[in-house]
């Protein structure tokens, strides 16, 4: 990003770290400093500071301190913060609720990602084929949902989960089929990917869409030449092709599925099957606005951001091999 | 490409801790009294608030007094509220002068310093006009007040009088007569329930316990006490309990539509509800107007009087108001003179804490309840029978835990379940306040 600023190709300095003691550059620089690439550079690395670097080693600070409270702690000054080292580390991580929600968050991924991108691929290759009519119509259709916001989405997938005030268990009476409660215990973690499977087919469809359609299509009339079907294209030539908006789109996801947030929210105060630590960022914002514990809340987060880093960071390793093969060579 | 996934990652997960991150400073602004202001230069304060029709009552301070003007803000009630206030309170500005809190948040505000002490500029004259039990809840039990209640929720029984005479059923002046109750309403017609245990509503559960004698909290000089897995609390765990787990009550939590459709389809009889019930029907049920009843609440018991409290709120003076002389002036006017105070009874229907200028506007009645003309007669009955009942200074965090662990309980209908979920409840609240430093007994 930064590497690419082209400034004057004589400006002495360019590479100080080539002849770090050399003193004729060292003199020219004297001479004629040059302003332009900092000032160029300033307002990206201002932004930077302000508004990532600093919240996040302000986070920090937080999660290594807690409040102290004296006596009853009423009236003002009953209150003080003091270092806690790790404290909230280690709570966090002996909290049975945090780790629960951690496998419930688990589990909502295995269930989630490979559906919505099996779901968007298949969509996507079948926008694809030839032979489907209303192409265009059925893109927008497919999309459409993902510009609902999830907490609208969820709303209105409640409705559609409450027993008495669904059209589908209406539906279910009239024709005498039994209606599950689909808000209970054992069915609300499926409940919940499908809201987030409705909302984000679409936006995955259109990735892999966009990449399917950059495919030169004398591949294909060679395929078809060789005598191969549509099924076989698809395996053999599309998917390959696309896989690197394949892998993006599996790790937007997956940084999706371990924020998830809005929906379990939104659906809670229906159902007594969603607790208040029901996801890891349920309970952040639980110590952080109910409980007014900032400071663990802090501490969750930070350890919430270090593992998607993580897991998304060995996902790429595992994959990109494979995956780049052509880009990097 | 693979830079910008690279990228992507960083921002994504760069994004994730910032939405995490809270900004927070500490450092209230020092106070200053400051001048009651003049109609060339008004005192302009600001009001956060979320009672039905504020605005009208503020707009009538508005236009008799010229010299302090108030702005009224419109917040989310209850928690919504308590986060924002704490949220501008630790920011150090963006706090309005003063602010609508449940009695229940009042040692919360107090303990992060949020509302301040206003006992010096309130008279004795306006604090005589409540009664003990409600400003108990504002002085905390010390010398100082926190803030000039606004209106109670003396708990009563709703039920739908048609239906009970239907079924032949009288109102039940017992839990055991309610349990009975439930049981012939709920086997007349599977569909229908005398009530839920809702698990969404804490204060509702704390209300029923205080009723059974619990005070969940109590103080001495510098240390706490909890109590919430009390003999009482487990009274009223247990028939709930019991009723769940017996399929005679729903389990699902009040307040969702499935639960509002339900008061209007009349498959939900009842309701254990308090004072401030017949707004919530009037908006979620309009069709049933006239149809309702009110009884005190069935007793534990038979021929005791006794009730709890669910809902009610004070106003208090936040500790960022720059102005305070002129927020408990309007303050006072709010909540002890005949004219805000019948206003809130007649475009609120509040019941307000001042029972001493509101009488002649309660006087007439409920409009929702035309079947029953002395609702306010009855209800100010009801109302002297509260038991005492003392909150602490993380209510916060014994009410999201009740959520959770109540929810596990209604969801497993059993009545060992709930009460595990008291003790539950006990513990987290208990290992809560050892945490944050608090001397507890």
Request: with cysteine; proline share 5%; glycine share 8%.
């Given at each position: 990003?930064?590497?690419?600023?082209?400034?004057?190709?004589?400006?002495?300095?360019?590479?100080?770290?080539?002849?770090?003691?050399?003193?004729?550059?060292?003199?020219?620089?004297?001479?004629?400093?040059?302003?332009?690439?900092?000032?160029?550079?300033?307002?990206?690395?201002?932004?930077?500071?302000?508004?990532?670097?600093?919240?996040?080693?302000?986070?920090?600070?937080?999660?290594?301190?807690?409040?102290?409270?004296?006596?009853?702690?009423?009236?003002?000054?009953?209150?003080?913060?003091?270092?806690?080292?790790?404290?909230?580390?280690?709570?966090?991580?002996?909290?049975?609720?945090?780790?629960?929600?951690?496998?419930?968050?688990?589990?909502?991924?295995?269930?989630?990602?490979?559906?919505?991108?099996?779901?968007?691929?298949?969509?996507?290759?079948?926008?694809?084929?030839?032979?489907?009519?209303?192409?265009?119509?059925?893109?927008?259709?497919?999309?459409?949902?993902?510009?609902?916001?999830?907490?609208?989405?969820?709303?209105l997938w409640g409705f559609l989960y409450l027993p008495s005030v669904s059209p589908f268990v209406d539906l279910a009476n009239a024709l005498n089929l039994p209606s599950p409660d689909v808000l209970s215990?054992?069915t609300?973690?499926f409940a919940?990917?499908n809201i987030?499977?409705w909302?984000?087919?679409?936006?995955?469809?259109?990735?892999?869409?966009?990449?399917?359609?950059?495919?030169?299509?004398?591949?294909?009339?060679?395929?078809?030449?060789?005598?191969?079907?549509?099924?076989?294209?698809?395996?053999?030539?599309?998917?390959?092709?696309?896989?690197?908006?394949?892998?993006?789109?599996?790790?937007?996801?997956?940084?999706?599925?371990?924020?998830?947030?809005?929906?379990?929210?939104?659906?809670?105060?229906?159902?007594?099957?969603?607790?208040?630590?029901?996801?890891?960022?349920?309970?952040?914002?639980?110590?952080?606005?109910?409980?007014?514990?900032?400071?663990?809340?802090?501490?969750?987060?930070?350890?919430?951001?270090?593992?998607?880093?993580?897991?998304?960071?060995?996902?790429?390793?595992?994959?990109?091999?494979?995956?780049?093969?052509?880009?990097?060579? | 490409?693979?830079?910008?996934?690279?990228?992507?990652?960083?921002?994504?997960?760069?994004?994730?801790?910032?939405?995490?991150?809270?900004?927070?400073?500490?450092?209230?602004?020092?106070?200053?009294?400051?001048?009651?202001?003049?109609?060339?230069?008004?005192?302009?304060?600001?009001?956060?608030?979320?009672?039905?029709?504020?605005?009208?009552?503020?707009?009538?301070?508005?236009?008799?007094?010229?010299?302090?003007?108030?702005?009224?803000?419109?917040?989310?009630?209850?928690?919504?509220?308590?986060?924002?206030?704490?949220?501008?309170?630790?920011?150090?500005?963006?706090?309005?002068?003063?602010?609508?809190?449940?009695?229940?948040?009042?040692?919360?505000?107090?303990?992060?310093?949020?509302?301040?002490?206003?006992?010096?500029?309130?008279?004795?004259?306006?604090?005589?006009?409540?009664?003990?039990?409600?400003?108990?809840?504002?002085?905390?039990?010390?010398?100082?007040?926190?803030?000039?209640?606004?209106?109670?929720?003396?708990?009563?029984?709703?039920?739908?009088?048609?239906?009970?005479?239907?079924?032949?059923?009288?109102?039940?002046?017992?839990?055991?007569?309610?349990?009975?109750?439930?049981?012939?309403?709920?086997?007349?017609?599977?569909?229908?329930?005398?009530?839920?245990?809702?698990?969404?509503?804490?204060?509702?559960?704390?209300?029923?316990?205080?009723?059974?004698?619990?005070?969940?909290?109590?103080?001495?000089?510098?240390?706490?006490?909890?109590?919430?897995?009390?003999?009482?609390?487990?009274?009223?765990?247990?028939?709930?309990?019991?009723?769940?787990?017996?399929?005679?009550?729903?389990?699902?939590?009040?307040?969702?539509p499935e639960?509002?459709k339900?008061?209007?389809?009349?498959?939900?009889?009842?309701?254990?509800?308090?004072?401030?019930?017949?707004?919530?029907?009037?908006?979620?049920?309009?069709?049933?107007?006239?149809?309702?009843?009110?009884?005190?609440?069935?007793?534990?018991?038979?021929?005791?009087?006794?009730?709890?409290?669910?809902?009610?709120?004070?106003?208090?003076?936040?500790?960022?108001?720059?102005?305070?002389?002129?927020?408990?002036?309007?303050?006072?006017?709010?909540?002890?003179?005949?004219?805000?105070?019948?206003?809130?009874?007649?475009?609120?229907?509040?019941?307000?804490?001042?029972?001493?200028?509101?009488?002649?506007?309660?006087?007439?009645?409920?409009?929702?309840?035309?079947?029953?003309?002395?609702?306010?007669?009855?209800?100010?009955?009801?109302?002297?029978?509260?038991?005492?009942?003392?909150?602490?200074?993380?209510?916060?965090?014994?009410?999201?835990?009740?959520?959770?662990?109540?929810?596990?309980?209604?969801?497993?209908?059993?009545?060992?379940?709930?009460?595990?979920?008291?003790?539950?409840?006990?513990?987290?609240?208990?290992?809560?306040?050892?945490?944050?430093?608090?001397?507890?007994?």
């Amino acid at each position: 990003m930064t590497t690419t600023v082209d400034v004057d190709q004589t400006a002495p300095g360019r590479d100080p770290a080539a002849k770090p003691s050399a003193p004729a550059p060292r003199a020219a620089r004297r001479r004629r400093f040059n302003f332009t690439p900092y000032a160029m550079l300033a307002p990206a690395a201002i932004l930077f500071l302000v508004f990532m670097a600093a919240p996040i080693v302000y986070t920090l600070i937080l999660s290594l301190q807690k409040t102290e409270v004296q006596g009853l702690g009423l009236g003002s000054g009953a209150r003080k913060t003091v270092f806690a080292g790790l404290s909230n580390y280690a709570a966090a991580f002996s909290d049975p609720d945090f780790l629960a929600s951690a496998g419930r968050v688990g589990l909502y991924g295995l269930i989630l990602v490979p559906a919505m991108l099996v779901l968007a691929l298949v969509f996507a290759l079948l926008l694809d084929s030839k032979r489907t009519r209303l192409a265009g119509f059925s893109r927008v259709v497919i999309f459409l949902p993902y510009a609902v916001p999830a907490v609208i989405s969820s709303l209105l997938w409640g409705f559609l989960y409450l027993p008495s005030v669904s059209p589908f268990v209406d539906l279910a009476n009239a024709l005498n089929l039994p209606s599950p409660d689909v808000l209970s215990q054992g069915t609300v973690i499926f409940a919940i990917a499908n809201i987030a499977l409705w909302g984000g087919v679409g936006f995955n469809m259109v990735v892999m869409y966009t990449a399917l359609k950059a495919i030169p299509t004398d591949l294909y009339e060679a395929a078809r030449l060789d005598g191969a079907s549509e099924i076989r294209v698809a395996l053999a030539i599309k998917i390959p092709i696309i896989l690197p908006s394949l892998i993006m789109t599996a790790i937007f996801s997956l940084i999706a599925t371990l924020q998830v947030f809005a929906e379990p929210t939104t659906l809670k105060p229906l159902t007594n099957s969603i607790s208040s630590t029901y996801t890891p960022l349920m309970k952040v914002y639980r110590d952080a606005f109910i409980r007014n514990d900032v400071n663990s809340a802090s501490a969750t987060s930070i350890i919430i951001a270090v593992t998607i880093f993580a897991l998304s960071f060995v996902f790429l390793r595992v994959v990109q091999r494979r995956a780049f093969q052509e880009e990097n060579s | 490409m693979r830079r910008t996934i690279r990228a992507a990652i960083g921002a994504g997960v760069l994004a994730a801790a910032l939405v995490m991150t809270g900004c927070s400073s500490s450092g209230s602004s020092s106070s200053n009294d400051g001048s009651l202001g003049t109609a060339d230069k008004p005192v302009k304060l600001t009001f956060w608030g979320w009672a039905p029709n504020m605005d009208k009552v503020v707009d009538t301070w508005n236009s008799t007094h010229k010299n302090i003007q108030v702005t009224y803000v419109k917040t989310d009630a209850g928690d919504p509220a308590v986060t924002k206030l704490l949220t501008a309170i630790k920011a150090g500005s963006g706090a309005p002068d003063l602010m609508q809190a449940e009695y229940q948040k009042i040692p919360t505000l107090v303990s992060a310093d949020a509302i301040i002490d206003i006992k010096k500029d309130v008279s004795d004259t306006t604090t005589s006009k409540f009664s003990d039990g409600v400003l108990s809840s504002v002085t905390l039990g010390s010398d100082a007040l926190y803030g000039i209640p606004q209106d109670s929720g003396p708990m009563m029984f709703y039920y739908r009088a048609d239906i009970f005479k239907k079924l032949g059923l009288s109102v039940p002046t017992t839990w055991a007569e309610y349990a009975d109750a439930a049981k012939k309403v709920h086997e007349a017609d599977p569909k229908n329930y005398l009530g839920t245990f809702s698990s969404a509503d804490a204060g509702e559960f704390a209300g029923l316990t205080q009723q059974a004698g619990a005070s969940w909290w109590g103080s001495d000089k510098d240390s706490w006490s909890v109590d919430i897995d009390s003999a009482a609390t487990k009274k009223v765990a247990s028939f709930w309990g019991g009723l769940v787990e017996d399929g005679v009550i729903d389990n699902q939590p009040q307040y969702t539509p499935e639960w509002n459709k339900g008061l209007a389809a009349g498959t939900q009889v009842g309701w254990v509800s308090a004072v401030w019930a017949p707004g919530v029907l009037a908006g979620n049920a309009p069709k049933t107007a006239g149809k309702w009843k009110m009884a005190p609440l069935p007793q534990w018991t038979a021929g005791e009087q006794a009730t709890g409290n669910w809902g009610g709120s004070a106003v208090a003076v936040t500790s960022q108001s720059k102005n305070v002389k002129a927020a408990v002036q309007f303050n006072t006017w709010l909540n002890t003179s005949k004219t805000a105070v019948s206003q809130m009874v007649t475009d609120g229907g509040l019941y307000p804490a001042d029972t001493v200028d509101s009488k002649e506007a309660l006087a007439t009645g409920n409009g929702f309840f035309k079947n029953q003309p002395d609702f306010y007669t009855q209800a100010a009955k009801i109302a002297e029978t509260v038991k005492p009942f003392t909150y602490g200074p993380n209510v916060n965090v014994a009410y999201s835990a009740f959520n959770d662990q109540f929810g596990k309980a209604a969801q497993a209908k059993s009545q060992q379940a709930f009460l595990d979920a008291a003790a539950q409840m006990q513990k987290i609240t208990v290992a809560d306040l050892k945490n944050s430093g608090f001397t507890v007994k």
